[in-house]
């Protein structure tokens, strides 16, 4: 069975969920192997958590040398390392840092790439076909690569994460870097304030609010949190100043596919739902039972947010408590 080379998404060391969500994937196509980029001495920890989700192999790429870089060198590395495995797929997180690295891997390879794929199945031969959803959302493609090595970047929550043990034996590899990919070199860098709440492209559930909240967001806020949810804003939401950008769901925002999406006090227009329409239930409140949203709901409450998220909310606690 061939290898599918699974780029390791982490901070420093700590796997994220949506590499264990590629496994999942990868092990539909072939052999899963991990490719960590990082700090060696996180190397046994990345390990045993990978080998879970059935990782037989696990390379570790020493990030030493790359270190304080952008992208460019870690593109290199895993050219090199493809060359070497020669691998049936790789799949990469589709974050903007794992779009770059593709289309960097792809020039590098002479091989197709598929970004943003929602899902990833065997085809003939088993050669990967991914499901996208294009012009914003308003298509829905199938595809597959005809040339070199199939690189495909894939979305958050785009498989449940299947637990499976894998030999998840290590193999040390070192690239060589060239000084062409090391001329932009990252001089700065600070983390983010947390907010406690998962990331908004990678969350299970996500709560939104829009205009409809009249910029309060507090019941958002707390329904999110008593779901374990990430909080996104419609554009009238950011514009009015309510949220930053990075909150913004849509076209020109961020793009979500969580299990479960609340749509508060939003319309439903097309550059939102561009956003997040491949959610997977989706639930909207608003006080206007004409509101677009509602063409594309699994479920929805016709009622004013501050009355009926509270209430949810309360329900919810009251549940889990
Ligand atoms: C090029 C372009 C790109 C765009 N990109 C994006 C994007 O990325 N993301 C995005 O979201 N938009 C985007 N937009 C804007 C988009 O067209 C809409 O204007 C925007 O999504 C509207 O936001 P909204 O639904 O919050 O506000 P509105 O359309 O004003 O809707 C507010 C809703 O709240 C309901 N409501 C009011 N009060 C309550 C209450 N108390 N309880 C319950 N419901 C209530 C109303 O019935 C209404 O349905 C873009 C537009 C353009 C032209």
Redesign the pocket.
């Known amino acids: 069975m061939s290898e599918v080379l699974v780029v390791v998404d982490h901070v420093d060391g700590a796997v994220k969920k949506p590499t264990y969500e590629l496994l999942t994937i990868a092990k539909r196509l072939g052999e899963p192997s991990a490719v960590y980029i990082g700090p060696a001495d996180k190397a046994s920890e990345v390990t045993d958590k990978v080998k879970k989700y059935g990782a037989e192999k696990v390379y570790v790429v020493d990030d030493a040398q790359l270190k304080g870089y952008l992208v460019a060198p870690k593109a290199e590395a895993l050219a090199q390392l493809v060359e070497k495995a020669s691998p049936a797929a790789i799949l990469i997180p589709s974050s903007a840092e794992g779009k770059e690295i593709g289309g960097r891997l792809s020039i590098k390879l002479q091989s197709g790439l598929i970004t943003d794929a929602v899902d990833v199945q065997p085809g003939d031969g088993g050669a990967p076909v991914t499901t996208q959803s294009v012009f914003a959302g308003n298509f829905t493609v199938q595809a597959k690569v005809t040339q070199g090595t199939p690189i495909i970047t894939v979305k958050p929550n785009s498989a449940a994460p299947e637990e499976s043990e894998g030999a998840g034996a290590v193999e040390e590899f070192t690239p060589t870097i060239s000084d062409t990919a090391k001329t932009a070199q990252i001089v700065a860098a600070q983390p983010r304030q947390a907010t406690g709440r998962p990331e908004l492209t990678e969350a299970a559930i996500v709560v939104s609010?829009?205009?409809?909240?009249?910029g309060n967001f507090e019941p958002i806020e707390a329904l999110a949190d008593a779901l374990g949810a990430a909080v996104g804003?419609?554009?009238?939401?950011?514009?009015s100043g309510w949220m930053p950008h990075t909150f913004?769901?849509?076209?020109?925002?961020k793009t979500v596919s969580p299990q479960l999406y609340v749509a508060?006090?939003?319309?439903?227009?097309?550059?939102?739902r561009?956003?997040m329409q491949t959610s997977k239930t989706i639930v909207a409140?608003?006080?206007?039972e004409e509101?677009?949203?509602f063409e594309l709901v699994d479920f929805g409450v016709v009622?004013?947010?501050?009355t009926?998220l509270p209430a949810a909310t309360e329900e919810i606690n009251k549940r889990k408590g």
């Open positions: 609010g829009g205009r409809g909240t009249g804003a419609s554009r009238a939401a950011v514009d913004q769901v849509g076209q020109t925002g508060n006090g939003i319309s439903g227009a097309i550059q939102h561009a956003g409140v608003n006080k206007d509101a677009p949203m009622g004013d947010l501050h009926v």
